[in-house]
Structure formats: structure tokens, C-alpha cells
Nanobody, 127 residues
Framework: QRRLVESGGGLVQSGGSLTLSCAAS????????IAWFRQAPGKEREGIVC????????YYGDSVKGRFTVVRDNAKNTVLLQMNGLKPEDTANYYC????????????????????WGKGTLVSVSS
């Protein structure tokens, strides 16, 4: 069974840091483009980060650029989202997703029809 599982969410104070993890089973993430989305209460889902196979193309949304970094750990078949300088407006459910395509990140954030999705992890940032 192919699935993605996010972990690492929690409550953090403004200015703090968290690292989210996206662990895969049944698929090798180094062959996939990986995208992180988030959805805050009452808001639409937002694509924030995308990294292509081999990390040749990376996209960071303006809302997270300079604060968030995506890192692959192929040995653990995991992708990390390192989040620094967190703000209350970063509060959301965070989802990782994967697609075996070379074109996802070049179309990001206008592409969201990913093949595989995790169930999400909640990040709450207090002011």
C-alpha cells in the first residue's frame, strides 16, 4: 500500500521553529516530485513548497520564502519541511504530496492534482 504520513506538527510560539516530516511507504520518494500544501481554518488550500525529482526545480511561495526549506532524506525515504521564523498566520494543517512527474514544480502553485497525499499534521503558532 502506497501512502504518505506527515509528522512533527505542534504548538509553537511566534518566531519559533518546527520540522515536519513526510515519510513514505510503498513508493520511493527520490523518484517523485514532492509538494507541501497547507490549509488554514476557513481558507483555501495553499501550495507553499515544491521540489522536483533530483531537486532541480524548487518553488517556495512568497508567504514562506526565506523561512521554510525542503530537504530530502533519501536514506530514510523521507522529506522534511524545516520551518523557521514561524508566524501566527502559518497556523494550518500541513499536507505533503507526491507525484511521479517532471512538470509539477514548473507549474506550481497552479498545480494540485498530486497522485498521493498524506492526512496532514497541524501546526499552531501562538502570538
Amino acid at each position: 500500500q502506497r501512502r504518505l504520513v506527515e509528522s512533527g506538527g505542534g504548538l509553537v510560539q511566534s518566531g519559533g521553529s518546527l520540522t515536519l516530516s513526510c515519510a513514505a511507504s510503498g513508493l520511493e520518494l527520490d523518484y517523485y516530485a514532492i509538494a507541501w500544501f497547507r490549509q488554514a481554518p476557513g481558507k483555501e488550500r495553499e501550495g507553499i513548497v515544491c521540489t522536483s525529482r533530483g531537486d532541480e526545480i524548487q518553488y517556495y511561495g512568497d508567504s514562506v520564502k526565506g523561512r521554510f526549506t525542503v530537504v530530502r532524506d533519501n536514506a530514510k525515504n523521507t522529506v522534511l519541511l524545516q520551518m523557521n521564523g514561524l508566524k501566527p498566520e502559518d497556523t494550518a494543517n500541513y499536507y505533503c504530496s507526491a507525484e511521479n512527474s517532471a512538470y509539477v514544480c514548473s507549474q506550481f502553485p497552479n498545480y494540485s492534482d498530486m497522485d498521493y497525499w498524506g492526512k496532514g499534521t497541524l501546526v499552531s503558532v501562538s502570538s
